[in-house]
């Protein structure tokens, strides 16, 4: 073909040089819209090949390429390459893209990195491969299943602005890879003979597998095995009635096959096939490599040899024999273990089966290599026979360049720094680092006994890993030439077994096949091996009877189940027996669910056909490596995936909503386009290109158990003809379908659109496609103009960072236009737009592309996910923005009242996926009612002595039934606001219970109290109320919203009791004023307490049908005196008496410190755990994890539940965790440490919490990681369903919210922590009555004390100190010993040296200030210093005077400690501030630094010594502890050899009146301490005797 470009392009590019140079206008200005094809359609194996000419920096993205089935005369070009649809392949980048969609992310050379002067190019293959060239190098497969007629396709995209077609033919001799081509005519040959396979005869399946007889050398023989040999020497003594395992029947048949490989080994050297006793010649071509078969050759290294192949092989590779075919190697040995492992391997099975000694003792030393390298293109798979449940980690695989022979095997091979590529759970490690993090989804970890695992090197240098048979992509690109496989049975790992049926496409289904066919146990006919169904079943859909390892077909395969799902939650797959027709809807209806797990049914399409599939797991795992013409779509949730990654996040229906009886469909239309059903009703389209002749798939997941095909589909409706405009049929619970006027939900985003954008969801969802590549032509628009006074609103679902920091970053722009749809240009963005456009661009607002105001109220760009945006024109021709409800204010004015005006939003740069939330509707349009009765709604009817009514004045979207007992809102989702008919007269109940939720809504009720008396509304009540209660600001109104306590709408308090957002059908609700002008709020008949004080005497009850809730009646039974007797039972309610309504906290806190002394561990714990004690005490006694224990009973409401740390390790690392679990644990199958619990568990976790393995708060209480020995830790849910930590007794506040009943305690025994017991009687708390370990500052004047110690020192009690793990302090304490000061100085007794680094004074519950002295005065905590006591003179020990100082704080320097200490006093010269050098301090007498505040005269100089100093001091370290008073000095740690920063001070006892207090003298303007201001900070003293030394203070970074 011609090497020419085709006269029709992309509307920026210029064509000259007789067609063959391209060149992109505007390069500067414009970055896509440099779309060149060829001139002509590409002929096989022709590499259609450019050079680029002219590049420019000033956008991203460069050159891209590829391959389209379009025709250019007739193309309308879009403005990119991955535009194309249609049947088109792009390499992008490193990315190749089918029909814009992402197939293969790391491919081959990155396209953006090439310069001016690099050529590259585009081939398909013979065999419909697509290949990338780069500078005349292969760069390998790209993609599979190319049809025949194509055009090569050139981007001049961002950088690249002019290429050059230097040619268009077959590539050289030298640049073909015959062996690739060897290896892929090979894997043909095998699919060529699947079709032959006798099913019914396994003995000519076996002769396939062999691929025995004829020697003409055509594409139907399996080069593998030579034509001597018929079949493997297969065992004919097999009893067909023999039952076998899987495990034994694969072992079988990979005899047959070793046996087959050795006996051609043993007779290979009899038999002269090579003609030669050598193969490597030294003057032989590259063809000639392995072309002897002779045993001999194999080890042989001369270069005499002939290298004639002789007349005999019949290797379709003409003169190369199985060593071409296998990538080179002359030898024809079957994989094997080498000899040589580790030192607790023991190899069987002929040495295909390794196996670890002492599984439970040892977890490593279990290496083990293959007996020979690793050919290219060889599949080296193994199977996991054994696993063992008591370690953590699991089996790795790789290779390594280390020869077995000469290799002093490792403990595990990630020790080996050189030669080795490992897989390592779900990571790749090169040389023992990690390289990718997350090279897979699936990680080795979680790999069950009879998974494959599998690893091949291509001949282009890459090696792949596979799992059961499924390529997970490239590892590592650069892999060496020879290289050994490697097996590290590792932790869980015992026992694997090398496959030799590798092959994962035939022989693997074959293999399969034979299983099955021999299998007793699976009860499935022979003839199910066939690919054509049943000519009784044919056009009736059933299931097909090879389905998931777990599940089973029953009912003459009209249902599927899981036999056993309360044990296994996946492996549950299973397909149509046949492929679906075109607008064919396949339904499943669920019979049977469980409650166990999480998830539900999956539902889908896939070109691959059962009776071949190796089913996995779940759908979601299957990738499809042919993404061409295979391949699997799967509805999830509510998302869509194909082939495992997900391209509609938020799609339709919840499935893991459904319930037994509910149904779901797939159908596939006749234009390609995929749609799903949810009880019938359509979810819109879902894919669009899906190929024909595709199966439908049912994964029944999690819950899902059961599910039988629906044979009668002629109650489904039809599906839409506009798929477009998405469903069109109303649940049967939508208020839509109530109300004649549907108009509030009729917003969708028209079907026309920028060309990057796709619409989904029934036209609800928006989303850019190309996100990563493309960030721009992305615009959608409303299907109709809004009316005045409509808010059209979105909410962010989706961004992406690709384009922070770029020319292209940037979010979302919103705004109108004047425009129609149909009249639209979309251009690259809305600002293009020069007229009728008014839009939102970060904080500018634009009309007609200029910017008309800058700073608006919002800033669209700080938009995160799950931010909404709605716009709104009022009747006066104001634009108003809405930020997640919240009105903006007027935006712009002038907008044409009378003009109709469309909603648009630019999906630009971060933002990808967008939809229309239900809060899109009219905000000000009445709402017609006439045609609602009585009828429409199965309200129940209020109850016989029913003594309260509702008002007739209510919200716009409320009727009254039932003579004024029910309210239901019949549309929106707010204007629901109804009051009580008469005033609520003191301690009189209204109750309402809930009829109806839509959960199609969030949020819940409102309820509470107002002043508002209904009589005084407009007559009009639908223009007079706010469309929410919390908005509701006229007069004074009371209100209860979810769980917080609001007046006018302003927050009161939180965590006031049970939310109403969890209410549900049936539940009961009611408020009543009480006598002491208190709100209660009762639930289900229980009173959450006082709400809200002050409350008025002449209030209305008043409710909001908000959100979920639509419609309550009255349950009021009569007006006084009612409400306790129907108050229900409930374990809280002892405690509801006068004294609980008291606001002290101690009086509310007291039964939460009553221990639960009948709590004892459950039996049902981890492994490594062992119970004594009666169940008190438990004991970790092995490893360092699997140490989980629970409860054996819930732990009630204001119950304290403590344990104590009886014992720490220090040899490892972290300690425990604790926390509670919302599910009963008695058949708990508890993992190996308690972050993997993902179900209902809230978890502390060093200072940190979280639920269900996510992190939900931080720097919460102590590091537990810190706790000693002694320490008593607690736990206790209030009553407000909020989770505490208590530790030593001290409540470190609420943890988590929301915690459901009955919970269960929860302990990890892990790390260092090795055993606890179980408190059962009261512990001494700190703040507690006692008084016998009081906190800081809770002296009284009168206590007479013994010494200083107990008056300053404020030592927890020794139970309870931390020292004893405390790493910071310890660290400080090295730092005081190199500082060689006497420790006569010091206090013997360590227990009162005090840590306030944050875990320290956390666990002790330290607040940050105190008072102490006459007069009583504040004093700040050292935090992040640590104190060692100072011993105190015996005079001092006994008087009680100094229990009436104050405490202030000395920043000094290193050197001029010792003779502070010396002096025990403070010395003028000890302030740095008047010493600022750490160094150069010992002058003749010592310690003698300069002191600017002495005088110079000579004779003052005499009498220095004598006079008083004049120190400085103050009430906080954050003062004296900065560098300018404390210089900080380096040291390096004698432990751990680091350099580190080191600060000194002193803490000091100051009489009252000798010191004055005065301003800083540091010139700071912002406040240096909180609690002191600037002006007071600073103290200074000259009175001799006015400071005690008490404290040596150090401070380390």
């Known amino acids: 073909m011609a090497a020419e470009l085709h006269p029709r392009s992309g509307k920026l590019i210029g064509l000259s040089n007789s067609n063959r140079t391209a060149q992109r206008n505007q390069p500067v200005q414009e970055f896509n819209h440099g779309l060149v094809l060829s001139r002509e359609p590409l002929r096989d194996q022709d590499v259609f090949t450019v050079r680029i000419d002219k590049k420019v920096n000033s956008w991203s993205g460069s050159v891209e390429i590829g391959v389209t089935a379009l025709d250019p005369s007739c193309l309308d070009f879009p403005s990119s390459a991955t535009g194309l649809k249609g049947g088109s392949w792009i390499v992008s980048g490193c990315s190749v893209l089918r029909d814009g969609r992402s197939v293969l992310e790391e491919y081959g050379r990155d396209l953006d990195q090439l310069a001016e002067g690099d050529r590259v190019g585009i081939q398909r293959s013979t065999r419909g491969e697509l290949h990338l060239w780069v500078n005349g190098h292969d760069c390998g497969a790209a993609a599979s299943g190319l049809p025949t007629r194509l055009w090569a396709v050139v981007d001049l995209y961002g950088k690249c602005t002019q290429v050059t077609v230097v040619s268009c033919e077959p590539p050289s001799s030298m640049e073909r890879d015959p062996e690739r081509e060897t290896v892929e005519g090979h894997e043909e040959v095998v699919v060529c003979g699947v079709r032959e396979v006798d099913t019914g005869d396994l003995t000519s399946v076996v002769n396939l597998a062999a691929a025995a007889n004829g020697t003409n050398g055509t594409t139907e023989q399996v080069p593998e095995l030579p034509p001597t040999h018929d079949r493997p020497e297969f065992p004919n003594n097999i009893d067909p009635e023999t039952v076998l395992t899987e495990h034994q029947l694969f072992d079988v048949f990979n005899n047959a096959i070793v046996s087959l490989y050795r006996s051609e080994d043993e007779g290979g050297g009899g038999r002269d096939l090579g003609g030669g006793t050598g193969t490597d010649s030294g003057n032989g071509s590259r063809g000639d490599r392995g072309s002897s078969s002779g045993g001999g050759a194999v080890n042989s290294d001369s270069g005499g040899g002939t290298g004639n192949t002789g007349s005999t092989n019949n290797s379709p590779a003409g003169g190369a024999g199985l060593g071409a075919v296998t990538g080179g190697m002359t030898t024809n040995d079957a994989l094997l273990f080498h000899e040589k492992c580790g030192t607790l391997i023991k190899l069987s099975n002929n040495n295909k089966t390794a196996e670890r000694r002492r599984p439970l003792d040892e977890f490593n030393n279990g290496v083990v290599m293959t007996n020979r390298p690793l050919r290219h293109n060889e599949m080296f798979e193994i199977r996991i026979d054994k696993l063992v449940d008591k370690w953590s980690g699991s089996i790795e695989i790789g290779v390594t360049t280390h020869n077995p022979n000469n290799l002093d095997y490792p403990a595990t091979m990630t020790n080996l720094r050189s030669g080795t590529i490992m897989m390592s759970g779900c990571g790749i490690l090169t040389n023992g680092k990690g390289t990718r993090r997350e090279y897979c989804e699936f990680s ?158 999956e539902i889908g399409v896939t070109t691959h056909n059962p009776a071949y599939l190796q089913l996995p797991s779940t759908m979601t795992n299957l990738r499809s490596g042919n993404t061409n013409q295979s391949g699997t779509w799967m509805m999830t949730g509510n998302g869509v995936m194909h082939n495992g990654t997900t391209i509609l996040d938020e799609y339709g229906h919840n499935l893991d909503r459904l319930k037994a009886g509910d149904t779901v469909g797939v159908v596939r239309k006749e234009d390609g386009s995929l749609h799903f059903f949810v009880n019938g009703v359509a979810q819109g389209p879902a894919a669009w290109n899906v190929p024909p002749s595709v199966y439908a798939v049912v994964d029944l997941y999690g819950q899902a158990a059961q599910a039988t095909i629906m044979d009668d589909m002629a109650d489904l409706p039809p599906l839409p003809e506009d798929s477009s405009e998405g469903p069109t049929v109303m649940s049967p619970g939508s208020p839509c379908s109530v109300a004649g006027d549907n108009s509030a939900n009729d917003l969708r985003f028209h079907q026309l659109h920028g060309t990057n954008a796709v619409i989904t969801n029934g036209g609800r969802t928006a989303f850019r496609q190309n996100c990563r590549s493309e960030f721009n032509d992305a615009i959608v628009i409303s299907n109709r103009c809004l009316r005045d006074g409509e808010l059209f609103e979105i909410v962010i679902q989706k961004m992406v960072d690709r384009w922070s920091g770029s020319i292209e970053a940037g979010k979302i722009m919103a705004g109108v236009t004047a425009i129609r749809p149909e009249e639209l240009e979309f251009p690259n963005t809305m600002t293009d737009i020069d007229y009728d456009t008014w839009m939102l661009s970060g904080t500018a607002i634009m009309q007609d592309g200029n910017t008309m105001r800058n700073n608006y109220g919002c800033d669209l760009d700080s938009l995160t996910t799950g931010s909404r945006i709605g716009m709104m024109r009022s009747a006066t021709g104001d634009l108003h923005y809405y930020i997640n409800g919240v009105d903006q204010g007027v935006a712009c004015t002038g907008l044409p009242p009378g003009k109709e005006v469309y909603a648009v939003i630019d999906l630009y740069g971060q933002c990808v996926q967008v939809s229309i939330t239900s809060s899109s ?467 013997e007794d360590a227990k009162y040296n005090l840590c306030y680094c944050e875990s320290c004074h956390k666990l002790r519950g330290d607040e940050a200030y105190y008072k102490r002295g006459e007069p009583l005065r504040d004093y700040a905590l050292p935090f992040g210093w640590c104190c060692f006591a100072l011993r105190i003179k015996p005079h001092c020990e006994v008087s009680n005077a100094f229990k009436k100082w104050h405490i202030a704080y000395h920043g000094t320097s290193v050197g001029a400690l010792r003779r502070t200490l010396d002096h025990a006093q403070l010395l003028s010269g000890t302030s740095s501030i008047f010493s600022v050098s750490p160094v150069k301090m010992e002058g003749p007498n010592g310690y003698s630094e300069p002191e600017e505040n002495s005088n110079s005269l000579p004779d003052r100089e005499r009498d220095r010594d004598r006079e008083v100093p004049r120190v400085q001091l103050s009430p906080t370290m954050r003062y004296s502890g900065l560098e300018m008073f404390a210089p900080k000095v380096q040291f390096r740690d004698p432990r751990s050899h680091c350099c580190h920063q080191a600060q000194v001070g002193f803490q000091v006892c100051v009489r009252p009146g000798s010191y004055k207090v005065g301003p800083q003298k540091l010139g700071a303007s912002e406040p240096l301490d909180p609690r002191f201001s600037n002006t007071e900070i600073e103290w200074i003293t000259k009175e001799q005797g006015g400071t005690l030394l008490y404290g040596l203070l150090i401070r380390v970074e």
């Not at 030439?481 to 035939?506: C, E, F, P, Q, R």
């Open 921 to 1387: 509707g009219p905000l000000d349009n009445s709402l017609c009612t006439s045609n609602i009765t009585e009828k429409s709604f199965p309200i129940h009817s209020p109850v016989a002595s029913v003594a309260h009514r509702l008002h007739s004045k209510h919200g716009k979207n409320v009727v009254l039934l039932g003579e004024g007992c029910q309210a239901v809102r019949v549309g929106g989702y707010a204007h629901g606001i109804v009051f009580s008919a008469k005033e609520l007269k003191t301690d009189e109940l209204f109750e309402v219970k809930i009829d109806e939720v839509d959960n199609q809504w969030s949020g819940s009720l409102h309820m509470g109290l107002t002043s508002l008396a209904p009589p005084e509304l407009p007559s009009c009540p639908m223009s007079g109320l706010s469309p929410s209660l919390t908005q509701l600001r006229t007069k004074v109104t009371w209100l209860l919203v979810g769980s917080e306590v609001r007046r006018n709408g302003v927050l009161q308090r939180q965590n006031y009791g049970a939310s109403l957002d969890r209410l549900m059908v049936g539940n009961r609700v009611g408020v009543k004023r009480c006598s002491d002008d208190t709100m209660h709020v009762l639930i289900d008949g229980e009173d959450m307490g006082p709400a809200a004080t002050a409350v008025a005497k002449n209030v209305y009850a008043v409710l909001d049908l908000y959100g979920r809730v639509t419609a309550v009646s009255i349950v009021s039974s009569s007006v006084l005196g009612d409400a306790e007797s129907i108050k229900a039972p409930s374990l809280s309610s002892d405690s509801c008496s006068d004294g609980e309504e008291d606001s002290t906290p101690v009086e509310r806190t007291k039964p939460a410190l009553v221990p639960n002394t009948a709590m004892a561990f459950l039996e049902n714990h981890g492994k490594n755990i062992q119970l004594s004690n009666q169940n008190l005490t438990a004991a970790r006694v092995s490893s360092y994890n699997q140490g989980l224990l629970v409860t054996a009973q819930p732990l009630p409401r204001q119950h304290l539940f403590q344990f104590q740390i009886d014992r720490l390790n220090p040899s490892w690392t972290s300690s425990l965790s604790l926390g509670v679990i919302g599910h009963s644990p008695d058949r708990l199958n508890f993992p190996s440490t308690a972050c993997c619990l993902k179900r209902s568990a809230w978890l502390l976790q060093r200072d940190s919490v979280f639920h269900n393995s996510l992190k939900i708060c931080e720097n919460y209480g102590p590091n537990l990681d810190t706790c000693p020995e002694g320490t008593v830790l607690g736990l206790l849910v209030d009553g407000n369903s909020c989770l505490h930590l208590h530790v030593n007794g001290m409540d470190q506040g609420v943890a988590a919210q929301d915690i459901p009943t009955p919970c269960y305690p929860l302990i990890d025994l892990y790390g260092q922590c090795e055993q606890v017991t179980i408190v059962t009687n009261n512990v001494p708390t700190m703040g507690g009555e006692s008084g016998e370990a009081r906190c800081q500052g809770d002296m009284e004047k009168a206590d007479m004390v013994d010494g200083i110690k107990e008056s300053v020192c404020w030592t927890p009690p020794p139970d309870v100190n931390p020292n004893k793990t405390c790493e910071y302090q310890a660290l400080c304490s090295r730092f005081k010993d190199l500082l060689t000061l006497p420790d006569g100085y010091f206090n």
């Open 444 to 601: 080795l970890d979680e790999l069950q006994e009879g998974d494959h695992i599998g690893l091949m090197h291509k001949a282009s240098g890459a090696l792949h890993f596979y799992i059961n048979g499924i390529d997970q992509g490239v590892a590592s690109a650069q892999t060496p030439a020879v290289v050994y496989g490697v097996v590290d049975l590792y932790g869980m790992a015992v026992k694997v077994t090398i496959v030799h049926n590798h092959n994962h496409s035939d022989r693997l289904r074959r293999n399969n096949a034979i299983m099955r066919a021999l299998s007793p146990d699976v009860g499935r006919p022979r003839h199910t091996l066939s690919l054509t169904s049943d000519p009784d079943t044919t056009d009736r859909l059933l299931f097909h009877s090879n389905c998931g390892q777990k599940a089973a077909i029953i009912s003459e395969g009209r249902t599927a189940l899981r036999p056993h799902a309360t044990d296994d939650f996946n492996h549950g797959v299973v397909l149509s027996g046949r492929p679906l027709r075109s607008n064919e809807v396949f339904q499943v209806r669920i019979d049977k669910m469980v409650d166990k797990w999480a998830g539900s049914i």
